[in-house]
């Protein structure tokens, strides 16, 4: 008796791979990926600049700071990116398990933004020496690991954060307004009321790393709670 052939699901470090690949297929992609570098470039002299002595780290640190902004817009617009298209119909036809292919989303995001320490160092090694030559001052070969450590999970956190209310809003110039005018929102205010700063203590995802409870509440606020509303509205939503 012949049996037919089980339609195996692609592994998913596949999906992880065409999520990736999905950022750097589009205009939109390539232009943030330019505009990174090319800022990666401008803050990293600056710090050789106006940081005397200038360390290896520093100039890493702040090399990536414009990838570390950029990371939760790229996060954004990898989310919202089959509706955008119109090719939500092809990717859930070929993954038809839709869990996989938002975790796959997922996993890309945190990878490209953990990406962003190792590329800002490699950088700091190329701009420092070029930069301490052109303006003939002196360069430390030194890097803190634990600041880099701590910027890589904030850069992370800040990418999920993307991600999560990309998910639950469904509608990218929305989710890229939150991310960008929160802090400036939240400075204003701190300034404006006290009390409302200490509220907005516990809703700050930079404190990732240095401080645990206050780390936590804005993982439910920011990433957890968007996260469930997200899954549950794509998953139950019409594919167009």
């Known amino acids: 008796m012949h049996t037919p052939p089980i339609d195996r699901p692609r592994p998913f470090g596949v999906l992880v791979l065409v999520e990736l690949r999905k950022l750097v297929d589009t205009r939109s992609g390539m232009v943030l990926a330019a505009v990174a570098v090319v800022l990666s470039?401008?803050?990293?002299?600056g710090a050789v600049l106006y940081r005397q002595p200038a360390t290896v780290g520093d100039i890493a640190l702040l090399a990536g700071v414009p990838a570390g902004t950029l990371g939760p817009v790229i996060a954004?617009?990898?989310?919202?990116?089959?509706?955008?298209?119109?090719?939500?119909?092809?990717?859930?036809?070929?993954?038809?398990?839709?869990?996989?292919?938002?975790?796959?989303?997922?996993?890309?995001?945190?990878?490209?933004?953990?990406?962003?320490?190792?590329?800002?160092?490699?950088?700091?090694?190329?701009i420092g020496p070029v930069g301490a030559l052109a303006t003939r001052s002196a360069l430390v070969w030194t890097v803190d690991a634990s600041d880099l450590f701590r910027f890589t999970l904030v850069n992370i956190a800040l990418a999920l954060t993307g991600y999560a209310l990309a998910l639950a809003i469904g509608n990218a110039p929305?989710?890229?307004?939150?991310?960008?005018?929160?802090?400036?929102?939240?400075?204003?205010?701190?300034?404006?009321?006290?009390t409302a700063g200490e509220v907005l203590r516990w809703l700050d995802m930079a404190v990732v790393g240095e401080d645990v409870p206050r780390a936590l509440a804005s993982f439910v606020v920011w990433?957890?709670?968007?996260?469930?509303?997200?899954?549950?509205?794509?998953?139950q939503a019409d594919v167009r």
């Open 76 to 126: 954004i617009l990898l989310v919202t990116a089959e509706r955008t298209h119109r090719t939500a119909l092809t990717t859930y036809a070929l993954t038809p398990r839709r869990h996989r292919v938002l975790l796959a989303k997922a996993s890309a995001a945190v990878a490209v933004s953990a990406a962003i320490t190792p590329l800002a160092l490699a950088a700091a090694v190329v």
């Open 174 to 194: 929305t989710a890229i307004v939150v991310v960008l005018t929160w802090p400036m929102l939240v400075g204003l205010l701190r300034t404006a009321s006290p």
């Open 223 to 235: 990433i957890a709670l968007p996260s469930l509303i997200g899954f549950r509205r794509v998953i």
């Open 41 to 45: 470039g401008v803050f990293g002299a």
